[in-house]
């Protein structure tokens, strides 16, 4: 077997997050007079950190966000998550059949991951398992969060396989050393169309890079 464990990341690839998450964006930025819609947040937005989003809304609109506009947008889309999100198609099949070690690393604070992954009903595949970028205070497409997966899980970037949905995701793999299959979705296939790794737009494609 090429690898001895797969490293995922968690928004649009565990959990059907994206559609949310950016669109509570939108809202937030809107009651703030900015006008952008779902074009430009999967254009801006996908795979990027929270305060590179803010920064994005702020320049955009040449306004000064609120004090408070981080804590309301985790209130805010936590509730929604709580009460829409879905896992992946297949996700849940494909942690069932694997036979090799798997972990998380993610963007998002821990508190953020482990109500995703309790939300659609993943938290028990992960539990003990979870990487933040909060931990390490780097964020992708630094590496950090991937070589702390990957040394806390024991093995070596060359033997970990990541499964990434975004570019800067993609990008803090490859530059971590790290192999990297790139997860398809409707709000991703116009920033990986260029990408020349392996692509899979379904979940159970992923063993056929494993086995």
Not at 77 to 93: A, M, N, T, V, W
């Amino acid at each position: 077997m090429k690898y001895k464990c797969i490293i995922f990341d968690c928004d649009g690839v565990l959990v059907d997050s994206e559609p949310i998450a950016n669109q509570m964006l939108i809202t937030m930025a809107a009651e703030l007079g900015v006008a952008i819609d779902m074009h430009f947040a999967i254009d801006h937005f996908i795979g990027k950190s929270l305060y590179t989003c803010m920064e994005t809304i702020s320049q955009y609109g040449k306004i000064k966000l609120p004090d408070n506009f981080e804590k309301d947008f985790r209130t805010r889309s936590f509730q929604q998550f709580k009460e829409q999100l879905q896992p992946i198609p297949g996700i849940k099949d494909v942690l069932k059949r694997l036979e090799l070690p798997f972990c998380v690393a993610s963007s998002g604070p821990v508190n953020k991951i482990e109500l995703n992954l309790k939300t659609t009903g993943l938290y028990s595949f992960f539990e003990g398992k979870i990487f933040s970028c909060y931990m390490v205070n780097t964020w992708k497409p630094e590496p950090d969060v991937f070589l702390l997966a990957a040394k806390t899980m024991g093995f070596a970037p060359k033997d970990c396989l990541v499964v990434e949905d975004s570019l800067a995701g993609i990008t803090a793999a490859q530059n971590g050393g790290f192999d990297v299959v790139a997860y398809k979705s409707e709000f991703n296939i116009k920033e990986l169309q260029n990408l020349e790794i392996p692509k899979i737009s379904n979940m159970k494609e992923l063993f056929k890079f494993i086995s």
